[in-house]
């Protein structure tokens, strides 16, 4: 088994390399499903995407994205096992697993990083609220054209495979999470 440090290596630009495919697969389940807890979980985590003020604001190189990456996964997590099963949920499904990764990576700032997620659900973006998206088929619809549109022009950011970068990481999350 590797290292925890080398898992993260491993996987942290693996996810920026997804997550325009990831946003893409969350905005059609936001279209189809008929579950509140998942249309408000996918609507929090793709509302995210949109919002000027990020943990880490996206142009940051190396870590740039990489706390949109965290929320999409920690927000999955917010659905029920039994619904993240259901067939064309597994997107959900996986998202979650991997959100296991971030609770190892950050320890006992993963907390803070959950109420921050849990926050999501008052936040607006593009004009929309996620309460809104959440109770208008035109609200979600929009957020989902607007997810598609986002993930055809996201270029994925660098992430080397270097350690300081998860050092760097962390101590930026810590500090942004810091009272959350």
């Known amino acids: 088994m590797s290292s ?7 996987s942290f ?4 390399r997804t997550l325009g495919d990831d946003a893409r697969a969350l905005s059609a389940l936001l279209e189809t499903s008929e579950s509140e807890a998942v249309i408000r979980a996918t609507a929090s985590a793709l509302t995210y995407l949109f919002k000027s003020v990020d943990l880490i604001p996206d142009g940051l190189e190396d870590l740039g994205y ?3 990456a965290f929320v999409v996964r920690v927000a999955c997590t917010h659905t029920a096992e039994d619904e993240r099963s259901q067939e064309g949920h597994a997107i959900l499904q996986r998202l979650a697993d991997e ?5 190892e990576f950050l320890g006992d700032d993963y907390a803070a990083l ?4 849990d926050g999501l659900e008052s936040a607006s973006a593009r004009g929309r609220s996620v309460a809104e998206v959440v109770q208008s088929a035109e609200a979600r619809s929009g957020l989902a054209r607007d997810v598609r549109e986002w993930a055809s022009t996201y ?3 660098g992430f080397g495979r270097d350690a300081k970068n998860l050092v760097k990481l962390r101590s930026f999350l810590k500090t942004k999470l810091a009272g959350a």
């Open 4 to 10: 925890p440090e080398s898992r993260c290596l491993e």
């Open 13 to 16: 630009p693996l996810w920026l």
């Open 66 to 68: 990489m706390d949109d």
């Open 99 to 103: 959100a296991r990764l971030i609770h």
């Open 114 to 117: 959950e109420r921050h997620v």
């Open 155 to 157: 270029g994925t950011p």
